[in-house]
């Protein structure tokens, strides 16, 4: 992952062999605490299946080739996969939202991290990727975040969307800030087999 201003880094990326993958931006919905119960949209134990579906055919999926948050490696993608969804929703890290008729979005919550800032420690969830249906569902969804990152602590969250005019507007649509400039992806085969 490159910064989108770091012409130098996506340069020294390219001459070392990787290739252009996909762009996503990081939304900045603020933690929320709340005594509620969830509420009707969020779903209290998410179905990894309905959510891989809800990805498989994803305009999300599309634009990001797949791709979300390295659960391992904190600047680096990796593929998303069924069993990455299942690990998350076993270790209550996946978050989901109902549509009307059926799943409307969910999300991944990858890392909360603790850096010193300004002399105080400030905490931050990371969610390694969203997707959603329509922008009711993303405003659900983001109430979701914003409740799970309170829950965890955390000072701040971040939600990697993909950088399309669809996915940043139904973000602004729900008051949700959004970084003011993308990061890029590059890709290379790194397991050593045939390019």
Do not use: K
């Not at 008729?101 to 390694?128: N, Q, W």
């Not at 009711?136 to 955390?154: Q, T, V």
Request: net charge negative; hydrophobic share 45%; with cysteine.
């Amino acid at each position: 992952m490159v910064f989108s201003w770091n012409v130098m880094g996506l340069g020294q990326s390219r001459a070392v062999g990787f290739e252009p993958a996909t762009e996503f931006r990081f939304a900045e919905p603020e933690p929320t605490e709340t005594d509620a119960e969830p509420a009707d949209p969020s779903l209290a134990d998410p179905d990894p299946n309905a959510a891989w579906a809800f990805w498989s055919d994803s305009d999300a999926r599309d634009h990001l080739r797949g791709l979300a948050l390295d659960p391992d490696e904190s600047w680096a993608c990796s593929a998303l996969t069924r069993e990455r969804l299942a690990t998350a929703a076993a270790e209550d890290r996946l978050l989901a939202v109902t549509g009307e008729s059926a799943l409307g979005g969910f999300a991944v919550r990858t890392r909360v991290t603790e850096r010193e800032g300004d002399g105080e420690p400030t905490r931050t969830a990371t969610y390694g990727v969203a997707a959603w249906r329509d922008v009711d569902a993303a405003g659900a969804l983001y109430d979701a975040i914003a409740a799970d990152a309170a829950a965890a602590d955390a000072d701040d969250a971040r939600v990697l969307i993909p950088e399309t005019v669809e996915h940043v507007s139904d973000t602004g649509a729900n008051r949700v800030p959004v970084a003011a400039e993308p990061d890029f992806v590059m890709s290379a085969d790194l397991t050593g087999g045939d390019r």
